[in-house]
T-cell receptor, first 115, second 114 residues
């Protein structure tokens, strides 16, 4: 069975500081990995995704993530956080894009940004 | 990217009544739609998967008679919460995908049963 672990429930950083959100996954085959952001009362917005190829993926809003197969990790990073980045972040793993397999989400990491 | 629209954004209903939530893919044909439920401060839990023209596949523990899902067209799926009770109050999110693409999420529906 596939699973996702986000070890940090809540992270607080100062505006302008760097950020890293951790994500570890368990999957029996080649994983498809995603990071989503959710503002309060809103749906999910896709930040970036990894399907294959370059293990360092660039996303929107200045985010990037690195797929490390040996560590089963897909950590999200941003070099300089903005106050507008405060939100809930979800890592997700899924099967083949063309399959009907659904996404499995981590429990989320709440990001607070201090002025 | 593709747009998925969910309606309504929020709804308040009386206990015992039924509520219908719509999920529409605006610029693509959604061969598969997913319905999730999210409790406060928690992650998304998949409720069911529906393929256009077929019966929905429900996850273990989800009552199919309580959460009726209809995916009658390639652009619309509906979730009806029947005989709603306060414990059904939650945030419901749909996602939709076209064949061989990733899924896109709606903006969610906040259901409050009073």
């Amino acid at each position: 069975a596939q699973s996702v672990t986000q070890p940090d429930i809540h992270i607080t950083v100062s505006e302008g500081a760097s950020l890293e959100l951790r994500c570890n996954y368990s999957y029996g085959a080649t994983p498809y990995l995603f990071w989503y952001v959710q503002s309060p009362g809103q749906g999910l917005q896709l930040l970036l995704k990894y399907f294959s190829g370059d293990t360092l993926v660039q996303g929107i809003k200045g985010f990037e993530a690195e797929f490390k197969r040996s560590q089963s990790s897909f950590n999200l990073r941003k070099p300089s956080v903005h106050w507008s980045d405060a939100a809930e972040y979800f890592c997700a793993v899924g099967g083949l894009v063309g399959s009907a397999r659904q996404l499995t989400f981590g429990s989320g990491t709440q990001l607070t940004v201090l002025p | 990217g593709a747009v998925v629209s969910q309606h309504p954004s929020w709804v308040i209903c009386k206990s015992g009544t039924s509520v219908k939530i719509e999920c529409r893919s605006l610029d693509f044909q959604a061969t598969t739609m997913f319905w999730y439920r999210q409790f406060p401060k928690q992650s998304l839990m998949l409720m069911a998967t529906s393929n256009e023209g077929s019966k929905a596949t429900y996850e273990q523990g989800v009552e199919k008679d309580k959460f009726l899902i209809n995916h009658a067209s390639l652009t619309l799926s509906t979730l009806t919460v029947t005989s709603a009770h306060p414990e059904d109050s939650s945030f419901y999110i749909c996602s939709a995908r076209e064949r061989n693409t990733e899924a896109f999420f709606g903006q969610g529906t906040r259901l409050t049963v009073v």
